[in-house]
């Protein structure tokens, strides 16, 4: 397990059968700032960056001991986070103590060469997932909807 720096909002836990993930260490209201997507901006995407502008996508890992939250920030069909434009993550509803912080990586752009396709299987166990975890472009509009609000403006134009 990589290390992050302490955050007093989340810390990394094991969620079976997903893995390691975020889980809030208290509750955190509806729109509260959770962390600052940090690291390094990087060209080529990675499994673990994120896109948090247009053309700007930030690598969480800092050396093979230390990562940002980022890192071990799931994906969750039914996400209690998102990724507000400027890389903020922030809670879209109440998350409560112990629950994990999860967003949909829909919401973050279209998937390429950085996930192959046997890593896109979901594994969130939401009523509402199809199995895989799709990019923006594959979302239903039904799914584009209901994560208008949560959906970076850069994202929506692609």
């Not at 720096?5 to 079976?16: F, G, I, M, T």
């Not at 799709?134 to 584009?144: C, I, R, T, V």
């Given at each position: ?19 390691l ?112 975890i ?11 909807e ?13």
């Open positions: 397990m990589k290390l992050f720096a302490s955050n007093e909002l989340v810390e990394v836990s094991n969620l079976p059968p997903r893995g993930g975020l889980v809030a260490k208290r509750d955190i209201h509806k729109e509260e700032v959770i962390f600052i997507i940090s690291g390094r901006v990087i060209q080529t995407p990675t499994r673990y960056s994120a896109p948090i502008a247009k053309g700007v996508t930030i690598d969480p890992v800092i050396s093979d001991e230390l990562c940002t939250e980022v890192y071990y920030l799931n994906h969750s069909c039914d996400p209690s986070a998102y990724v507000r434009d400027g890389g903020l993550c922030v809670a879209m509803r109440d998350i409560r103590a112990g629950e994990e912080v999860a967003i949909h990586y829909g919401t973050l752009g279209i998937f390429g060469d950085e996930w192959k396709p046997s890593e896109r299987q979901c594994l969130c166990g939401a009523a509402s997932c199809p199995g895989w799709h990019g923006y472009n594959e979302l239903s509009p039904e799914e584009k209901r994560f208008e609000n949560f959906t970076q403006a850069w994202v929506k134009e692609l």
